[in-house]
Antibody
Framework: EVQLLESGGALVQPGGSLTLSCAAS????????MNWVRQAPGKGLEWVFG????????YYAGSVKGRFSISRDNSNNTLYLRMNSLRVEDTAVYYC????????????????WGQGTLVTVAS | DIQMTQSPSSLSASAGDRVTITCRAS??????LNWYQQRPGKAPKLLIY???SLQGGVPARFSGSGSGTDFTLTINRLQPEDFATYYC?????????FGQGTKVEIK
């Protein structure tokens, strides 16, 4: 059974930094692209970042350009999201999401989701 | 970015009803359209991929159709556990974008 366990969510001040982690199990982590999707309180879903199986290709949403970065450690089955220059509007539950293929490409889908970790940006 | 627009934003229905949710893309996306269900307080769950393929374990009362820019999610014989919010999502290109969601409520 696929399991994705996010951690690292916290209350942080505007302008601060935070790193989220996602521990994956139940599948061959190194064979699949991974993503972060967020959901602000009471709002819809927003895709944030994606990374190919080897980490060589990354894709991001314009709202996080230059502030967030994604990485993965395939030897430890862990996905990361490094968030810098945090803004109030980054407040959300952040989900770790598995893609069905090895690369971020047309026609794929998100077949497994973690339970999410809450990031609150407030002073 | 490709904009995804769902309608309606919310609807009220009774158990046993047939429900239809539409999703329109701002440009053609072939059949690169997926549907997710999110129950309150839970993570989203994949229902339909590639516009019309049912994810394993999802009841057959869920179905999807469409191509190009217009897509439909249909739920036949609505069950109590189907009251949730439904999102469409395009995977034609990055950034991946979602519709704003359709909340299905109990009448």
């Amino acid at each position: 059974e696929v399991q994705l366990l996010e951690s690292g969510g916290a209350l942080v001040q505007p302008g601060g930094s935070l790193t989220l982690s996602c521990a994956a199990s139940g599948f061959r982590f190194s064979s699949y692209a991974m993503n972060w999707v967020r959901q602000a309180p009471g709002k819809g879903l927003e895709w944030v970042f994606g990374i190919s199986r080897g980490g060589g290709n990354t894709y991001y949403a314009g709202s996080v350009k230059g502030r967030f970065s994604i990485s993965r450690d395939n030897s430890n089955n862990t996905l990361y999201l490094r968030m810098n220059s945090l803004r109030v509007e980054d407040t959300a539950v952040y989900y770790c999401v598995k893609e069905n293929e090895e690369y971020i490409s047309s026609g794929n889908w998100f077949d497994s989701w973690g339970q999410g970790t809450l990031v609150t940006v407030a002073s | 970015d490709i904009q995804m627009t769902q309608s309606p934003s919310s609807l009220s229905a009774s158990a046993g009803d047939r429900v239809t949710i539409t999703c329109r893309a701002s440009q053609t996306i072939n059949t690169y359209l997926n549907w997710y269900q999110q129950r309150p307080g839970k993570a989203p769950k994949l229902l339909i991929y590639a516009a019309s393929s049912l994810q394993g374990g999802v009841p057959a009362r869920f179905s999807g159709s469409g191509s190009g820019t217009d897509f439909t999610l249909t739920i036949n014989r609505l069950q109590p556990e189907d009251f949730a919010t439904y999102y469409c999502q395009q995977s034609y290109t990055t950034p991946r974008t979602f519709g704003q969601g359709t909340k299905v409520e109990i009448k």
